[in-house]
């Protein structure tokens, strides 16, 4: 049985698929890279990347830049001198590599941003005649990730222009740090008792997502026998997606912040209750992050103790040293 672990600072490693460019490879149009710090230091102790570039091995390097061109609907992609057609040679590379990063069991994919290829969002998509008009015209995916997320729609993806926000970022990766877990989980090949415990211990990390997600999966693992198992498994992996994809905010966490501080309440001092008001507040006001009021909920749980809490993955959800709570504007 594969081993897991959410507690004592135990971390799964994470499974990265990454636009080959961001990890320093030279593999853009001409000739440079797009080395991105975020990935090559913060996150390169802790996971593992498979990368990839869907142009340089189809068009070589240097080459000519290419655009997406909207015609009638169909989008093609053409060099921006030439107007040479590449979309097919590029479309069945795509097509052989999705699968091979697919079998890697990943639990997120880091894109480059603005890429006709790569890229997430805001792509744009030229007129036939090369002609773009701004906002009357539209915009889209890149076409390696539109192909991927249409075969997959459920996996984080994130480009690298986008981690440079707080909130983004840390919503990207405890996704992705939490896909890990379950993925770990499942190799474990659990019982309905794990998987209770699974949800018990993400209770408050599921709550700080979606209450009503959080309640849909609750039920899923109450229904589980040893029977259904695997068709409950598989409805609640659909859901911690879905819940996973919402975006914290600084109310919905104070409100999960509450809930953990009443298992304390009654035990803390005059004192303690009072530094934990003024804090949480100050969170409140974008005076002071996150992890302030966690390290002050982790002394208090160190102190006084709780066995529910303390198998609880939102109190140490990654590494610390990625410093994802570390912003005032991690929350909004
Ligand atoms: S953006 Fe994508 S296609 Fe372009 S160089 Fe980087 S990895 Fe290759």
């Given at each position: ?15 990265l698929a ?15 890279h ?22 340089a ?12 061109v ?7 992609v ?19 590599v999705?699968?091979?990063l ?12 603005r ?17 773009w ?31 440079q926000?707080?909130?983004l ?10 896909q890990?877990?379950w ?53 609640y992996?659909?859901k ?11 109310g ?5 912040l ?16 009072q ?5 949480r ?7 002071i992050?996150?992890?302030?009021v966690?390290?002050?909920?982790q ?6 103790g709780s ?14 040293d ?8 991690a929350?909004?």
């Amino acid at each position: 049985m594969a081993h897991y672990s959410w507690s004592n600072e135990v971390y799964p490693q994470l499974r990265l698929a990454v636009s080959d460019c961001l990890r320093g490879t030279e593999c853009r149009y001409n000739g440079g890279h797009a080395q991105e710090d975020f990935i090559n230091r913060s996150l390169q102790s802790y996971a593992v990347f498979f990368p990839f570039c869907p142009e340089a091995p189809v068009l070589g390097v240097p080459r000519e830049t290419i655009r997406l061109v909207n015609v009638d609907g169909n989008i093609r992609v053409r060099g921006t001198r030439t107007e040479t057609d590449v979309t097919d040679s590029l479309q069945t590379y795509i097509d052989k590599v999705i699968p091979h990063l697919l079998k890697q069991d990943l639990d997120g994919v880091i894109v480059k941003s603005r890429s006709p290829t790569c890229g997430l969002e805001r792509i744009k998509q030229y007129r036939p005649t090369g002609e773009w008009f701004g906002s009357q015209d539209k915009m889209g995916q890149g076409l390696f990730t539109h192909r991927l997320l249409e075969k997959v729609p459920s996996l984080a993806v994130e480009d690298e222009g986008r981690l440079q926000d707080a909130w983004l970022r840390e919503t990207f990766i405890l996704r992705v740090y939490t896909q890990a877990r379950w993925r770990m989980f499942l190799q474990s090949e659990p019982s309905v008792t794990q998987f209770q415990a699974f949800h018990r211990d993400h209770k408050y990390l599921l709550l700080s997502k979606s209450e009503v997600i959080y309640r849909e999966m609750g039920k899923l693992v109450a229904d589980a026998t040893a029977q259904n198992l695997p068709e409950q498994l598989k409805a609640y992996a659909q859901k911690l997606h879905a819940a996973l994809a919402c975006r914290t905010t600084t109310g919905v966490m104070i409100n999960v912040l509450d809930h953990i501080y009443g298992y304390f309440k009654k035990l803390l001092s005059e004192e303690e209750r009072q530094l934990y008001i003024e804090t949480r507040e100050e969170f409140r006001q974008k005076i002071i992050p996150l992890i302030a009021v966690i390290k002050l909920l982790q002394q208090f749980l160190k102190h006084y103790g709780s066995e529910y809490l303390s198998t609880q993955v939102i109190l140490d959800p990654y590494p610390a040293d990625l410093a994802l709570r570390s912003k005032t504007t991690a929350y909004r």
